[in-house]
Each structure stands twice: as structure tokens, then as C-alpha cells.
């Protein structure tokens, strides 16, 4: 039988948690379908689940682990009455209230839940290469995850590909354990932000290849080396590497929403009046949105501004 809801919060990165702690503290009785345990942003607590020290979330002054910033954001949800389902969902229908969603562990025709208004924070998962061999050599030398893999190659020569701060970020964090990284970038400068940039220069573990991308993997069972292509040249070189972390960006997880709410050409949601969809009760934030500023603080910040805004649509509605 489906569970009536008044609010129901897909993801539970900061955006979703956010917004569960101020539906939470109205009274409004959320549950947050949060995802399920896995690699990538679809998990419990998204991308900050894969990140280290976090130093630029304001009110820790000598930074915090994003998996600890998460169950703290977790716990204060819970601590105001959000309740939690560890799956995903896998369909809705928006077309007519209440609002009908799916969850991968709901059997029958039947949906899982009845909402009479949804926020929608399922964020952003990394983008891949897509070369030969790509999917195959994940988990065997080739991973878009340093916090997770990179103890396993203590004392490698492994490479980055990427230029702006999460590729930084992961090569920084690499040095801990890597013998050598090298950051391949297509262009000859990096994106990344400066103070990320001079900790990168500064670091004598990392080296990088410029204007240049991996077009090729080598290794029968597990990455040995990969080959780079000069973007200008046309020059090709073999890098003997056997880690490979893949850090050149994000697409939305928005696919199960395609046809029930408006999206740009990326496939992010597109918001008006704050976070509002073009469906009257279902609301947007965080990285499924935002294709600008991708920060966890302006994630929970769009978090905050759903839950205000759908407070605002149910008393209007008169709920």
C-alpha cells in the first residue's frame, strides 16, 4: 500500500538534507528517500561521501571530513522528525497530486509513495572518459574516487585527468600514498581556483601534461600504462601509470524526471522564484539544478530555500 506524505525529499546530499531539517523543524513530517550505498552521488549523503577535509564549509575553523558533515546533517534532520528510506527512486509521475513516486524496493503497480509536494535533490554523478576499456578497468586501476581508492596505490605512478578544483583536490590527496601524479589536462591553463593551483605547483609529488587527453588504456586484467594525445600535435605518448582517477566533471541525475519537469540542454532542472519547477509543488535544489556554483554551501543553501518555499506553496494551497 503507498504511504501517504505530505513532503517527500529525493537525495540527501547538503541540498537534501537541508531542506529535510527546515521541513523537519515546520512540522511538515518529511521522509527522505535517500538513495542507496554505492560509488557514486545517487549514494546516502552524494558527493561529500567521496570527499576528505573539507575547508571552506564556514563554522569549522580547521575543516571537516565530508562524512562526518554529513551524519551531522543527518542527525540534525532526524533530531526535528525526518524519517529516512536508504533506496532510490526509480519512477514518478508528477502529472496530477498527489504526486506519485517509485522506489526500487516498492513491489506491484503500486507506488511506494503519495506526496503532496516533492523536493527534488538528487544532485550530479562524475562523467567518464568514455574510451575503450573505460568501464571495464573501473575498480582495476581506473576510479573517479580518490578518498575511496587512492590506499590502494601506495607507492604508484597513477594520473589525474581534469583541471579544475575536484581534479586538484584528488591529485593533492593522492600524493599521500602515490609515488608520482601527473595531472593531464586538455588545456594549458587549469580552471581551478588559485590557492587550489599553488598548492598544486608547490606539491613536488605532481607533475603535469598539458593540451593533452587519455585516449587509450593499457593492461590485460589492470591498468599499466594509458596513452596521451596531444590536443595540438596530434602526438601520441605512453604513460606508464597504473591508477587512472577521472575528475573532468558531473551530469545531473535528473533521467528518472525527463518528461514530467522542464530541463535545460545539460539535462539540469530548471527553477523559478527561487526553487519552484514548472509543476506547482514540486521544488529543485542543489547540484540537479546548479551548473555554476556546485558548492556544498550553496547546495545547503538551495536547500534551505526549497523547504521555505514549499512551506510557503502548502499554506497557499491550503494543505
Known sequence: MSEKVKVAIVGSGPAGLTAAIYTARADLSPVVI?????????????????TTEIEN??????????????????????????????????????STRPFKL??????????????????????????????????????????TCAT?????FRDHDIAVVGGGDSALEEASFLTKFARSVTIIHRRKELRASKIM?????????????????????HGANSLEAVTVTNQITGENSKLNVTGLFVAIGHSPNTDIFKGQIDMDDLGYIVTKN??????????????VQDHIYRQAITAAGSGCMAAIDLEKWLKDSEI
Open 34 to 50: 535517500e538513495g542507496e550505498p554505492s560509488s557514486t552521488s545517487d549514494q546516502p549523503g552524494g558527493q561529500l561521501m567521496l
Open 57 to 94: 564549509f564556514p563554522g569549522f575553523v580547521n575543516g571537516i571530513m565530508g562524512p562526518e558533515l554529513m551524519a551531522n546533517f543527518r542527525g540534525q534532520a532526524e533530531r526535528f522528525g525526518a524519517t529516512f528510506n536508504t533506496t532510490k527512486v526509480s519512477k514518478v509521475d508528477f
Open 102 to 143: 517509485w522506489t526500487n524496493t516498492q513491489e506491484g503497480e503500486q507506488p511506494a509513495y503519495l506526496a503532496e509536494s516533492v523536493i527534488i535533490s538528487t544532485g550530479a554523478r562524475s562523467l567518464l572518459l568514455n574510451i575503450d576499456r573505460e568501464t571495464e578497468l573501473i575498480g582495476h586501476g581506473v576510479s
Open 148 to 152: 575511496c581508492d587512492g590506499f590502494f
Open 197 to 217: 593551483q599553488d598548492r598544486a605547483f608547490a606539491n613536488p609529488k605532481i607533475s603535469f601534461i598539458w593540451d593533452s587527453t587519455v585516449t587509450e588504456l
Open 274 to 287: 527561487g526553487t519552484a519547477t514548472n509543476v506547482p509543488g514540486v521544488f529543485a535544489c542543489g547540484d
